[in-house]
């Protein structure tokens, strides 16, 4: 290990000599070589030092990966659409992570990325045998033409590691696991429209197995790029290099001049549409993934509008809330959501564009002169907001839903102005403002959701099937 540290130092002061000079090289090497997190005025790193290997069957020390940085970091790897389970999946400073699983006859592409942004080493290939025989308790493997029931049906199936791109439109999976039984899951999959810089929608299930790791979330929050698309298309909405510190320091917001023209106040909040607690597990893969922009629309802060506290109420009413008493329906009594069902729930939740006379910049900071970065670029705004559900009506099946018949499913939407008001009665008299049949989203947006179901389950809902 030591001898690992001291090349990559070497190797790491090289650098910094080209570029800061003799004092300032050997000042990195020590701060390296003490594992400290950078100093003031340092770039952010974070890079290997171990050579390409194979995965040794008989010897887990021999698949370890050491680490040497400055800063807090996360191992990623590709292709992304294997499952590769590495322990841990994230650290700090000098340290390492072991390569748990991967499926046999593959080589992938290892590295790691500083969490804030900083400069990285090249990859390493890890390589696996076939064998002769399978693993004991292999991984299954996502099959990417199969129609999970929560896809909408302008979905673009990717065909590798990188977001599938057609008519301004990015359509991409996440796969992680689980907290604690480490069972291979779907995070989340999404249509982000490359255009506006802002999703179209995020689908995804929802079932007890996702709340292994409770509600808990990474801190500090790691904002970052999704991996497998271009930054060019995404908002910026995370930090660069040099870009503060501080939660609030650093162009990584939308700016409020559109807020501003519109006589509202406020800013512009970063809104999960899979929420961070959906998918609790704070420094896990399954958690940091939420954090990605392709899983985050603009939703308005509380002094432009009451949206925070409507949108609330509608993700309470399918996953619960830790603030139980402020609402008023059934599904979300401070126990066990009569919506968290054996069969598992299906959403999807996006945002609509009835024009795109709503544009603001995002890279933006509206405390710093200028607001604006040389990286900002026009994201188009939301006017309206949904968050679609189906399920079957009994919860306990067993069945898949393109084995269910009609009368055993149920299915709702709720349609979300981008400044709504509350009317200061209910949480259950918002809801009923806001509801409305599937059919509705469809015809709004031009495409199908949960599109293997009958449309008579799309077209009528049941507030009180849905415990409201």
């Known amino acids: 290990m030591k001898r690992l540290i001291e090349d990559a130092g070497k190797r790491r002061s090289s650098l910094l000599l080209c570029r800061r000079g003799l004092i300032m090289g050997l000042m990195a090497l020590c701060a390296l070589s003490c594992g400290d997190d950078a100093e003031d005025g340092e770039e ?33 790897y590709t292709p992304s659409d ?24 593959i080589s992938i592409q290892v590295n790691v990325r500083p969490v804030a942004g900083g400069t990285t080493g090249g990859p390493i ?82 079932h007890p197995v996702y709340r292994e790791g409770g509600t ?21 909405i995370y930090k660069h290099d040099g870009e503060g510190d501080g939660i609030y320091d650093g162009y990584q917001f939308w700016g ?17 549409l899979c929420m961070s607690s959906e998918r609790g597990g704070k420094d896990t893969e399954l958690n940091i993934q939420t954090f990605h922009p392709t899983n985050i629309a603009p939703q308005s802060s509380a002094a432009a509008s009451d949206f ?81 559900a189906l399920r079957t009506k009994k919860g306990n099946t067993g069945k898949k839903i393109s084995e269910c018949s009609a009368d055993e499913l149920q299915a709702i939407a709720f349609w979300i102005e981008a400044f709504p008001t509350l009317s200061g009665t209910s949480a259950t008299a918002e809801l009923r ?8 989203v469809e015809q709004q947006l031009g495409f199908e959701f949960f599109p293997d179901v009958p449309a008579s389950v799309k077209e009528s809902f049941n507030a009180a099937d849905w415990g409201f």
């Open 44 to 76: 952010p790193f974070a890079q290997i030092v171990t050579a390409s290997f194979v995965f040794d069957e008989t010897d887990p020390a021999a698949n370890t990966v050491q680490v040497v940085s400055n800063t807090a970091w996360q191992v990623t």
């Open 216 to 236: 808990g979330r990474t801190d500090p929050d790691p904002w970052a790029p999704d991996p497998a698309l271009d930054e060019k298309y995404q908002s910026k």
């Open 308 to 388: 925070a506290t409507v949108w609330s109420y509608v993700e309470s009413l399918f996953s619960g809330t830790n603030n139980y008493k402020k609402t008023d329906f059934t599904a979300d009594d401070g126990s066990q959501n009569i919506n968290i069902v054996s069969d598992t729930l299906y959403l999807v939740a996006g945002c609509y564009y009835a024009h795109d006379n709503w544009a603001d910049y995002d890279a933006s900071n509206y405390n710093e002169t200028p607001p604006t970065s040389g990286l900002s670029k026009k994201c188009i705004m939301p006017t309206h907001q949904f968050k679609i």
């Open 125 to 206: 290939t890890v390589t696996r045998a076939a064998g002769e025989n399978p693993d004991p308790d292999p991984d299954p493997t996502p099959v990417p033409a199969y129609r999970f029931p929560e896809l909408p049906s302008n979905w673009v199936a990717p065909t590798g590691s990188t977001a599938a791109l057609k008519d301004d439109r990015a359509f991409f999976t996440h796969w992680s696991k689980s907290v604690k039984s480490k069972k291979t899951l779907r995070n989340y999959s999404y249509c982000y429209d490359t255009r506006r810089h802002n999703p179209v929608w995020v689908a995804y299930p929802l």
């Open 256 to 272: 409020n001049t559109l807020l501003k023209s519109l006589g509202k106040g406020g800013y512009w909040s970063k809104g999960h």
């Open 82 to 105: 294997v499952f590769v389970k590495a322990e841990p999946f994230a650290g700090s400073g000098v340290g390492s992570f072991r390569i748990v699983q991967m499926p046999q006859g």
């Open 433 to 440: 403002k806001i509801v409305k049949p599937v059919s509705f």
